[in-house]
């Protein structure tokens, strides 16, 4: 029998308190956005980008 790892809690909370953060973050910066640049012009670039990094 192999010994299983035991999760370091902190630094799972740590993942999981940024992962919020960066969905979060998304809401701010579209309102910023959608603000200053045009709606349709602003989701070609985020569907071109997802579409490079993918």
Do not use: G, N
């Given at each position: 029998?192999?010994?299983t790892a035991k999760p370091n809690?902190?630094?799972?909370?740590?993942l999981l308190v940024?992962?919020?953060f960066l969905w979060g973050?998304?809401?701010?910066?579209?309102?910023?956005?959608?603000?200053?640049?045009p709606p349709f012009s602003l989701i070609?670039?985020?569907?071109?980008?997802a579409a490079v990094l993918l």
């Open positions: 029998m192999t010994p809690m902190a630094f799972e909370l740590f940024l992962l919020a973050s998304s809401y701010s910066f579209m309102k910023i956005a959608v603000e200053t640049i070609a670039f985020r569907v071109s980008l």
